[in-house]
């Protein structure tokens, strides 16, 4: 069955710090995987995802298949960082299963 | 482009009353989904249809209708509302010519007293 598990609930990091939300996954084929981002108030919007291997405002994630997670990463935390984050995994190319979610809180 | 709209943006139920979520998009999208978020619980997908006239359940189905009567609308229904069914609902389109990328609506959320 296809699985999405983010291990933090909350994380909390001080600007400037380096950030990781982690990410493991379940899926018997070969995945297709996203980072989703939700500021306060607003829709979900893409973040990145891993086939197009883009850097989105300072944001990367490599697919480590061996041991099946998608971290999420960023060097620098800012504080405009802070935002709810889940990790997705594409459901038969119309839909995701998305898991719990972290919240990134990121202080001054 | 609107891209993916929803209404109403809030909404107060009593138990046992019935109504519908809207949502729209104009972005000729063939898929369309709803997902409900909870707190701790994510987003989990309710309904989700791959066309027109084609509709199939998702994770947490029950208590919900839907129908795809045109590329562009796929309302959610609410049959006979219960507390459980409070929660923040999205919709979200997405087609393979822009490599399934969902894009999400604004969200309705729904209190069910």
């Known amino acids: 069955a296809q699985r999405v598990t983010q291990p933090e609930k909350l994380l909390s990091v001080f600007k400037g710090a380096p950030v990781e939300l982690k990410c493991n996954y379940s899926?018997?084929?070969?995945?297709?995987l996203f980072w989703y981002v939700q500021y306060s108030r607003q829709r979900l919007q893409l973040l990145l995802r891993?086939?197009s291997r883009e850097s989105i405002k300072g944001f990367t994630a490599d697919l480590n298949k061996g041991e099946t997670s998608f971290h999420l990463k960023k060097p620098f935390a800012q504080e405009e960082d802070s935002a709810m984050y889940y990790c997705?995994?594409?459901?038969?190319?119309?839909?995701?299963?998305f898991g719990k979610g972290t919240s990134l809180l990121v202080t001054p | 482009n609107a891209g993916v709209t929803q209404t109403p943006k809030f909404q107060v139920l009593k138990t046992g009353q019935s109504m519908t979520l809207q949502c729209a998009q104009d972005?000729?999208?063939?898929?369309m989904s709803w997902y409900r978020q909870d707190p701790g619980m994510g987003l989990r997908l309710i309904h989700y249809?791959?066309?027109?006239?084609?509709?199939d359940q998702g994770e947490v189905p029950n208590g919900y209708n839907v129908s795809r009567s045109t590329t562009e609308d796929f309302p959610l229904r609410l049959l006979s509302a219960a507390p459980s069914q409070t929660s923040v609902y999205f919709c979200?389109?997405?087609?393979?010519?822009?490599?399934?990328?969902?894009?999400f609506g604004p969200g309705t959320r729904l209190t069910v007293t």
């Open positions: 979200a389109s997405s087609s393979r010519d822009i490599s399934y990328e969902q894009y």
């Open positions: 899926y018997s084929g070969s995945p297709e």
């Open positions: 972005m000729n999208h063939e898929y």
């Open positions: 891993h086939i």
């Open positions: 997705a995994l594409e459901h038969s190319g119309y839909a995701l299963n």
């Open positions: 249809s791959v066309g027109a006239g084609i509709t």
